[in-house]
């Protein structure tokens, strides 16, 4: 969208498309002159995104054409050469600024060019033609850099866990406390269990790829997860049987599991529709037909059943800022505001009557009474950390079943020491070299 600098209304430039699984228009640039702008079309949600597509526009008529295919992050450089992301390395092509045309053919210009989900690369031009980049090449779809496991106690104490480094998602800890589910989004990306008494970590899915954002059953005998075509699945966690089918593909635009009701009768989940953004449904196995619970204008997201069952907490940026909220399940009811400076990342203390949730780098807890008349108390703090922070809104850690220990992910650093941020002074004369003039 675009809005003047003085403030107004939005108008719409680009619209989403409407494909299953695909992402919207992404990474706008404004040519100079102000009459066209570059910008990052389709692609897969959880790839690389080297099959989408960079997209000329005209701000003027709206009419748009593919300039390459396969390509992302594109930027404009003063020397007339368009530079773009592929593979986790740089290539530039000549541009005619004039006719929005490509003149060229391109060349590779730099190699190890840190690069991420939805096509994201870790690069910026300057107008007189330096660069600045993070290092790294493909470092796997999440954005972020490889974690470790720790316990830490109430009060801040840490205890280490041996299970090794990977770029971990959402982890789960089975209702017996003995595992830990958890996304590893690297490669193929795939759902692993660790043994935590026997200290291992192995594979559970094995067909398709990503396969993210595990929740266990509260029996602890499956495990629902995000596969194939944004459907969500469930599989038995001694790996038994293959995956069975949740929800079918009228329910595929971004399907994130959550959490269960304790009798396991009812899921909670996320799913992401273009025109309100992301709703709130919950699914009951009895019939198998999905139900809305939050679903406005306004983003919802994270649904989390309380351990009774008898009540939601969730993820709102209705206030204009995410807060965490609580709402009687099935309703009707009231709705009640917990955090008060802001909050994501909700999970209840399994033995009741807590709330615990993130505020920056803080792990916030407040006291509830669910009995009778709902009630909430004055949100504390319990410890902060350098812990990896969700980028999903949903928690990136759990409750251990006593309610006293969290499962936090901490940034790997052996691994954080190996990237660096480098700026290139006159780059664009080293574009000049290597790309061919065009026509």
């Known amino acids: 969208m675009r809005v003047p600098a003085a403030g107004g209304t939005p108008q719409v430039v680009t619209t989403m498309e409407s494909r299953p ?3 919207g228009p992404r990474w706008p640039e404004v040519l100079p002159g102000g009459r066209a702008i570059l910008y990052v079309s389709g692609g897969t949600a959880g790839a690389f995104s080297d099959d989408s597509n960079i997209v000329v526009q005209s701000l003027k008529t709206g009419e748009r054409k593919t300039l390459i295919q396969g390509g992302t992050s594109p930027h404009y450089l003063y020397t007339g050469d368009l530079v773009y992301a592929q593979g986790g390395r740089l290539l530039a092509v000549p541009f005619d600024l004039q006719r ?3 003149t060229g053919t391109a060349a590779p210009v730099l190699e190890d060019v840190w690069q991420g989900a939805a096509g994201y690369s870790a690069f910026g031009l300057s107008h007189n033609g330096s660069l600045a980049y993070v290092n790294g090449g493909l470092r796997g779809v999440g954005q972020r850099s490889r974690s470790k496991f720790v316990w830490v106690e109430r009060k801040g104490i840490e205890q280490p866990i041996l299970a090794p480094a990977h770029n971990y998602v959402m982890p789960r800890i089975s209702p017996d406390g003995q595992h830990v589910a ?3 989004e690297e490669g193929d990306n795939q759902i692993w269990l660790y043994d935590l008494r026997r200290e291992n970590l192995s594979r559970l899915t094995l067909e398709g790829t990503g396969n993210i954002e595990p929740v266990w059953t509260p029996d602890g005998k499956r495990v629902v997860f995000k596969g194939a075509g944004n459907r969500l699945f469930w599989q038995p966690a001694d790996g038994s049987a293959d995956p069975e089918a949740l929800t079918s593909s009228e329910l595929a635009g971004e399907n994130i599991p959550s959490s269960w009701t304790p009798d396991g009768q009812v899921l909670a ?3 992401f529709n273009p025109n309100t ?13 999905a139900q809305p619970f939050v679903r406005t204008s306004l983003k919802g ?23 965490i909220y609580v709402r009687p399940y099935p309703g009707p009811g009231g709705k009640w505001q ?17 709330l615990f949730y993130r505020s920056g780098n803080k792990m916030m807890a407040v006291e509830l009474n669910t009995q009778g008349t709902f009630s909430a108390g004055k949100p504390k703090m319990l410890f902060q950390g350098p812990y990896v922070p969700s980028p999903r809104s949903f928690q990136d850690y759990d409750v251990s079943p006593d309610g006293q220990h969290f499962l936090m992910l901490k940034p790997d650093e052996t ?12 780059w664009a004369q080293e574009v000049t070299r290597r790309v061919p003039t065009g026509k």
Do not use: C, M
């Not at 969730?314 to 206030?319: A, M, N, R």
């Not at 917990?338 to 807590?354: D, F």
């Open 277 to 289: 953004g992301y709703d709130i449904y919950t699914l009951p196995f009895k019939d198998g037909k």
């Open 269 to 271: 989940f996320v799913e």
């Open 415 to 426: 691994q954080l020491s190996q990237f660096e941020l480098r700026v290139v002074l006159n």
């Open 100 to 102: 929005l045309e490509i």
């Open 21 to 23: 699984g695909g992402i």
């Open 338 to 354: 917990i955090s008060t400076e802001g909050g994501v990342e909700p999970a209840w203390n399994p033995k009741g009557r807590e």
């Open 182 to 184: 958890a996304g590893i």
């Open 301 to 323: 997201k994270a649904p989390n059943f309380s351990p009774d069952g008898h009540f939601i907490a969730y993820v709102s940026d209705e206030s204009g800022r995410w807060e």
